[in-house]
């Protein structure tokens, strides 16, 4: 348990209340913890604490043979596990040298956009939920939950899939996959569309979030943001369009950024994120071919050569990397994870200045943490 | 001394009847709680296209019953750092006030516990205020940060709050020229005030709505924020007796929006005591609006609503009683304070348009500005 700032009284300034928020609190998304410095209704200073969801994700990769790590992937952005697992895969991948079959990659790019959609409903169902909005949390977890009911059809869990695999996929898709996604998608932006006429462009919901923590494009950049956050200052920054990975260089879609970086545009960028991940998923279905969904790999055990590699790819909330060291066994020697959330969380103490009590939440989830992440 | 023994036979049969008809206003009170929260379930279950309660019983009708029977029957905690005496006193320092402003609400000319005559609106609006004390008390007896914040909060909200709707009582009542509310019921008799004073009844609503701290003013318990305020460390019977009052204030702050604006229990076809339908469905109908707020709106910060309070609502309701005063003055006919009323409406949301948005509202603003960036894109 971390210790209270002991440095209230030496500031020499008078403090009205030291208010601790989280890490049981409802806003919090998980089991991040605040101490806040109010003056009345007025928030002067923040002290962030992190760490009470921390496993030893890292050190325990380097106990697990490689495909057993994808499981551990899979917990660390609970909400976006699809992606997380092709990051990992990606990077054990290109240390082997191994080659995806082309089908495995598209069923990966569909899922991984899926898994972009489910994540972000996820963000406006709590985005309303903070500003004190009801409804849009209802269509967004129906919306989301008829996502994940597909994703359990292909890999037999709701979340924590465990279904990619070093050079493919666990099996190939279910005989009646494209039905159930075109019958998904035509629901999902139904779903999409309501929540966001509901929310978007509300007076109050305005009121609340526009011009809240601003940051500037340079500031942003100093923090280390990535994704939506860093996209809402203005910057079409998207590795799906600089640095294109698996397919995403075959489909035809948008970046959509914000202008000003407040907790407004955080949210927009990703409602309009969803709307280009439909676009991409229809796009993959389209042209996904037929064929082998594994590589030359089969069931082996992986065993990359010695060697080192680093891979990058855009999560729902940024850019997640992978750092991998391999001495040549069947386990990675090391493994680093640069988590989006994390990097983006470290800029709450500058974005939460000259803000009201009610607005630390609203920061606090228009940054969209996922503390499975952030602790690791 | 002693009483002789016909009056003591008097006063004790009137004792009995006091209590009699307080037995039945609590009772009539409950009932409507209850219906009230299985009415909010099934309402906002329909409008975010779920079914609500179902299970219990037909249409989850004996939904509300088992809420009540999980709260009783919970353990009461009561934290040990809490302040023992207030804690305990600020729940009912709520729930009193907000069954004793029923005593004079009437149902129909008849149906009323005890006619106040002249005091009635000053005996409501006297006790509304109170129950301010109780919240800010829960607050503060709970020894909880949280709880503080929220009872601070209420206290501001409430007490801002109180200002218009008084104005605008004020106003109603020099337009009935009574305080009695079966005279200001009557004296409606040919249209209801709304037709006269749309202006009342907006700026009446909308206070009320945050008087009972409904949204877009749940601001003093917000869940998201300060984790439900005074009622924070509350929980069991206690938290029920918290909820009880919150809804017999809402079905009050309904009921007195019918009374003072929609013409009470006046309507077609029912005489006599049968016109407490007409009542009694005016006030659903309100009730519906607040919960279809409930579900469409978020909920504005403390700034915005102390800015609100006090930038918009309070010189509108005094525009209200002006213009009443004027139009009492003159004599003139009554569209022309309609005209008024309106004006001052489409004065104050023209300001508003002007003032904080520029050319549009901001939702327009930022909508034009974010469709133009999205062209740019697009080419």
Redesign the interface.
């Known amino acids: 348990m971390a210790e209270n700032p002991t440095n209230v009284v030496a500031r020499g300034e008078p403090v009205e209340?030291l208010?601790?928020m989280g890490p049981q609190?409802?806003?919090t998304h998980g089991v991040f913890r605040m101490v806040l410095w109010?003056d009345g209704?007025k928030v002067t200073d923040v002290e962030p604490y992190i760490g009470y969801l921390h496993r030893g994700s890292e050190k325990l990769c380097e106990g697990e043979q490689y495909h057993q790590v994808i499981t551990l992937f899979d917990r660390m952005d609970y909400l976006a596990n699809f992606n997380n697992e092709l990051v990992y895969c990606n990077a054990v991948e290109k240390l082997m040298g191994l080659e995806v079959p082309e089908r495995a990659e598209y069923v990966r790019v569909i899922l991984c956009e899926l898994n972009r959609i489910a994540s972000h409903l996820l963000f406006v169902a709590t985005m309303?939920?903070?500003?004190?909005?009801?409804?849009p949390s209802?269509?967004c977890f129906?919306g989301r939950e008829r996502v994940q009911a597909v994703f359990e059809a292909i890999s037999g869990a709701r979340m924590m899939h465990n279904y990619f695999r070093i050079g493919g996929l666990k099996e190939d898709l279910p005989e009646n996959f494209r039905e159930m996604v075109e019958q998904l998608m035509s629901v999902l932006k139904a779903d999409i569309e309501e929540a966001d006429r509901?929310?978007t462009?509300?007076?109050?919901?305005?009121?609340?979030l526009?011009g809240v923590a601003p940051i500037s494009l340079e500031d942003a950049l100093d923090f280390g943001f990535t994704g939506p956050c860093l996209r809402a200052c203005g910057i079409?920054y998207d590795l799906r369009k600089a640095e294109p990975y698996s397919v995403y260089d075959r489909f035809d879609f948008?970046?959509?950024?914000g202008?000003d970086g407040d907790c407004?545009d955080r949210y927009?960028v990703r409602v309009?994120e969803m709307y280009e991940s439909v676009k991409i998923v229809e796009q993959a279905m389209k042209q996904m071919p037929e064929g082998n969904v594994t590589s030359s790999l089969g069931r082996r055990l992986a065993r990359p050569p010695e060697g080192q590699v680093y891979v990058r790819t855009e999560n729902p909330r940024g850019e997640i990397g992978v750092y991998l060291v391999s001495d040549g066994t069947d386990k990675p020697y090391r493994l680093k994870v640069r988590p989006p959330s994390f990097c983006n969380l470290s800029a709450i103490k500058y974005l939460l200045q000259e803000t009201?009590?009610?607005?630390?939440?609203v920061v606090l989830g228009s940054l969209d943490i996922v503390l499975g992440e952030v602790d690791r | 001394m002693t009483l002789p023994i016909p009056l003591l036979a008097i006063s004790l049969l009137t004792f009995i009847w006091i209590l009699a008809g307080l037995l039945a206003m609590f009772t009539a009170l409950s009932v409507v709680v209850l219906s009230l929260t299985w009415l909010e379930r099934k309402l906002l279950g329909r409008l975010q296209r779920r079914l609500g309660p179902t299970r219990t019983g037909p249409m989850g009708l004996m939904q509300p019953m088992a809420d009540a029977l999980k709260l009783i029957l919970k353990e009461d905690i009561i934290p040990t750092s809490s302040e023992k005496a207030i804690f305990w006193v600020a729940p009912i320092l709520v729930v009193v006030p907000a069954f004793m402003i029923w005593v004079t609400i009437p149902g129909t000319e008849n149906l009323v516990l005890k006619n106040l005559g002249e005091l009635g609106l000053f005996y409501i609006i006297a006790f509304s205020v109170l129950g301010i004390l109780g919240l800010v008390l829960a607050g503060w007896g709970s020894a909880n940060k949280y709880g503080t914040l929220g009872g601070l909060r209420a206290a501001a909200q409430l007490i801002s709050y109180e200002i218009p709707v008084i104005m605008v009582v004020i106003a109603v009542g020099m337009l009935a020229q009574s305080m009695n509310m079966v005279e200001i019921v009557e004296k409606q008799g040919s249209y209801p005030y709304v037709l006269v004073l749309p202006l009342g009844l907006v700026i009446f609503f909308i206070a009320g709505l945050a008087e009972v701290g409904r949204t877009p003013f749940d601001i003093y318990f917000a869940e998201s924020e300060i984790v439900g305020g005074p009622f924070i460390e509350y929980s069991g019977a206690h938290w029920s007796v918290f909820f009880l009052a919150e809804y017999i204030n809402t079905f009050a702050v309904a009921a007195l929006t019918v009374l003072l604006f929609l013409g009470g229990w006046s309507g077609p076809f029912l005489t006599g005591n049968w016109e407490i339908i007409w009542f009694l469905a005016k006030v659903y109908a309100v009730i519906m609006v607040i919960f279809w707020i409930r579900g469409t709106f978020p909920r504005l910060r403390i700034d915005q609503l102390m800015a609100f309070a006090w930038k918009v609502m309070v010189p509108l309701s005094f525009y209200a009683i002006v213009i009443t005063a004027v139009y009492l003055f003159y004599d003139w006919p009554p569209w022309s304070l309609t005209l008024m009323s309106l004006a001052g409406l489409f004065a104050v949301g023209y300001a508003i348009y002007r003032r904080f948005a520029g050319p549009a509202s901001q939702a327009a603003r930022v909508r034009a500005r974010y469709q133009a960036l999205e062209a740019r894109a697009g080419q």
């Open positions: 209340m208010l601790n609190h409802p806003s109010v209704e309303g939920l903070d500003a004190g909005a009801m409804t209802m269509i129906r509901l929310l462009f509300n007076e109050i919901f305005l009121a609340r526009k079409d948008n970046v959509p950024v202008l407004w927009y309009k009201w009590i009610a607005d630390t939440v």
